[in-house]
């Protein structure tokens, strides 16, 4: 459906995207995930054409972005982030005009104005000005702007950013309505979001992609790294406590950890997945008479990945 | 049919908020103290003096009309929906820029009782009436077109209006500061004054000249819009 291949987007000197490579499938909910600046918006700007890349091609439902922007735009429904609708317009004249700029013939408006009121729970506002609306609720008319065309595909930008919770909620359940018809790509900073309502994440950080798989493996692959955190009372150097438990069996690497509490050291240690290394490890320190302050077993999420892959540095 | 959806939301816009009322009022009340004042000192019956003053009011009314038409949009992030829309550029170009030449005729309008209550006084040549609206026109096209242009520069309306209003008010001057050029220069720049062109029309007199400087102006300034708008990508 959308194939992207070495984009590339450079504001000045800075490279905000660089090269990269997806395949995006009909059906598909895909959430684009990744820190403040690591490139999100601007890909998504040069999907629905607002942006030309600076190298790279785009090709959706066989047709070129360069080529046949007006009609892959029809294809299209695009909400840019905290919805920036026309604020002076009543709800209803703005899904008016909407429908009547992207060509959705006169008999039809009406019926498709009431399927989405229903969808988005926005029948009851139709007479307020946008402006006046919430957070939540003007974002949901920009989700029933989106939808007006009935496009294939559905391109939401940070759709839940600055929501209460239980805004957030709804707003999910909507997404994930359309998702069972449509393609939908939804870029956001929150990991939990992209758990919850994607069948695929794509993790970008500084402009590349650092990881790209269903939702599900990516958890599967969370939950296979073993990694144990460790505390001791300040007794002997550290070096001597890498040495030592960097020897024992099923141990890949062990590494100081800074902070913690005043008096202590703390290591993380990197276990291979296929046995569990805690039991040989708890035997070796007994051997040597250290204090052990702290030894538990990180659950590993979803996050623990998606902090590891965006570091800084 | 795209470009009349845009044209259709942006006059709206003019009129359901306060903006189109309170430019015509401005309008009305500097155009009738400058025309009415003078007027019967004179004891002539003709629109002369009103149309002499038209192109220096229309200079700094037509931008202030145009100043928001994308740098709100800009401002706001709307631009951006616009743009997204299944509409071409030069479709959002022309939406605004024919809403802008229809506030324009719209300031007109009023002034029509002008002419009336004139030939009430005495005999009102009206030749040089229906030549006078009818430059009136072209020009507040051809500065409702330097006002959108000015308007894609910048998310700013303060600067948009000045950039705009300078413009306008440059064409409106020039031809009376031809003394300050070289002599080689002379013939240019009088060709590029609009005042001098908008006079001969509203004299009655139909040049085609007249009317494709104003077209090319019109031209210019569009095609300057889409330039501005392209360098945004």
């Not at chain 1, 009372?233 to 902070?259: F, H, M, W, Y």
């Not at chain 2, 044209?7 to 306060?18: G, H, I, Q, W």
């Not at chain 2, 229906?130 to 894609?152: P, T, V």
Request: proline share 3%; aromatic share 10%.
């Amino acid at each position: 459906m959308i194939h992207a291949e070495g984009l590339t987007k450079d504001y000045g000197n800075l490279r905000a995207v660089d090269g990269i490579t997806f395949d995006i499938s009909r059906g598909e909910v895909l959430g684009l995930l990744g820190p403040n600046g690591a490139g999100k918006t601007t890909t998504l700007r040069m999907i629905t054409g607002y942006l030309a890349p600076t190298s790279g091609s785009i090709r959706i439902g066989g047709r070129s972005i360069q080529e046949d922007l007006l009609e892959i735009k029809k294809t299209m429904g695009y909400l840019p982030e905290s919805a920036p609708l026309y604020k002076d317009m009543l709800v209803y004249d703005y899904l008016v005009y909407a429908a009547e700029i992207r060509g959705l013939e006169k008999e039809r408006r009406m019926e498709r104005l009431k399927e989405l009121a229903g969808l988005c729970g926005i029948g009851d506002i139709m007479h307020r000005t946008v402006g006046e609306l919430s957070r939540g609720l003007k974002q949901r008319v920009g989700i029933a702007y989106a939808m007006i065309s009935d496009p294939e595909i559905l391109i939401l930008d940070e759709p839940t950013a600055g929501l209460d919770p239980n805004q957030i909620a709804e707003i999910r359940e909507i997404i994930r309505e359309i998702g069972k018809k449509k393609t939908v790509i939804l870029s956001t900073h929150i990991l939990s979001e992209a758990e919850a309502t994607c069948d695929r994440i794509m993790i970008i950080d500084r402009g590349r992609i650092v990881a790209d798989d269903a939702t599900d493996a990516l958890k599967q692959s969370a939950a296979g790294r073993v990694v144990i955190h460790l505390g001791f009372r300040e007794t002997g150097d550290a070096d001597e406590v890498i040495s030592l438990l960097g020897t024992v069996e099923g141990v890949e690497k062990i590494e100081r950890v800074d902070g913690g509490e005043p008096g202590t050291s703390h290591f993380r240690l990197y276990g291979d997945p296929a046995s569990d290394v805690r039991d040989r490890v708890y035997d070796k320190i007994r051997e040597t008479g250290w204090r052990l302050t702290e030894f538990y077993r990180e659950k590993r999420t979803l996050e623990a990945i998606f902090r590891e892959l965006t570091r800084e540095g | 049919m795209r470009a009349f959806t845009v044209f259709a939301k942006e006059l709206r816009d003019y009129f359901v908020s306060p903006i189109a009322y309170i430019v015509i009022s401005i309008f009305l009340l500097v155009t009738g103290w400058f025309f009415f004042t003078p007027f019967f000192l004179f004891n002539q019956a003709s629109l002369r003096d009103f149309f002499a003053l038209l192109p220096i009011v229309f200079s700094f009314i037509v931008p202030a009309v145009t100043m928001r038409l994308f740098s709100e949009e800009f401002n706001m992030g709307s631009y951006e929906i616009l743009e997204t829309l299944p509409v071409t550029t030069r479709d959002i170009i022309i939406g605004k820029f024919l809403a802008a030449a229809a506030l324009a005729a719209a300031l007109l309008v009023p002034t029509l009782a002008y002419p009336l209550i004139v030939s009430l006084l005495g005999d009102l040549d009206w030749g040089p009436i229906a030549g006078g609206y009818l430059g009136a026109l072209f020009l507040g096209a051809a500065y409702g077109a330097i006002g959108l242009f000015a308007s894609s520069l910048t998310k700013n309306q303060i600067i948009a209006f000045i950039v705009g209003a300078v413009l306008c008010f440059a064409l409106t001057l020039i031809d009376k500061m031809l003394f300050f050029f070289p002599p080689q220069a002379v013939s240019v720049l009088s060709y590029l004054g609009a005042d001098a062109h908008f006079q001969n029309i509203s004299r009655g007199i139909i040049d085609s000249r007249d009317f494709l400087y104003f077209l090319s102006i019109i031209f210019l300034g569009l095609y300057g819009t889409s330039l501005a708008l392209e360098n945004r990508k």
